[in-house]
């Protein structure tokens, strides 16, 4: 874990290839990816293989699954799961110029 709070947890994922991961669960996240790499995931008796490239971020909706390392490159992440609730801030804590 890389930092929470009320609202967020923030988790940084790294991996070698061939390593595998047990089913767990993520909220409603968004994925930033640190690396590049090639994934297959398993949810319900089925897989999926993806092909992520560094840079990118994108929304995961709530999910169970589990995954492997399928490439030959190290699995580099960062995900920002949300947690239930919203601020009390009509703008949202927003930061910036007013």
């Known amino acids: 874990m890389v ?3 009320e609202r ?3 988790l940084e994922y790294t991996d070698a290839p ?3 991961t047990t089913p767990h669960e993520h909220p409603d996240s968004v994925m930033v990816t640190l690396s590049s790499f090639r994934r297959r995931l398993h ?3 089925e897989h999926r293989d993806v ?3 560094a ?3 994108g929304w995961l909706p709530a999910q169970r699954h589990a995954g492997e390392n ?3 490159t190290a699995s580099h992440a960062l995900f920002v799961e949300l947690k239930e609730g919203r601020s009390a801030d009509p703008d949202g804590g927003h930061l910036g110029p007013e």
């Open 55 to 57: 840079g990118r971020a």
């Open 51 to 53: 092909e992520l490239t």
């Open 8 to 10: 967020v947890r923030v």
């Open 3 to 5: 930092f929470e709070n």
């Open 18 to 20: 061939g390593d595998r």
């Open 70 to 72: 399928t490439g030959d």
């Open 43 to 45: 949810a319900g008796g």
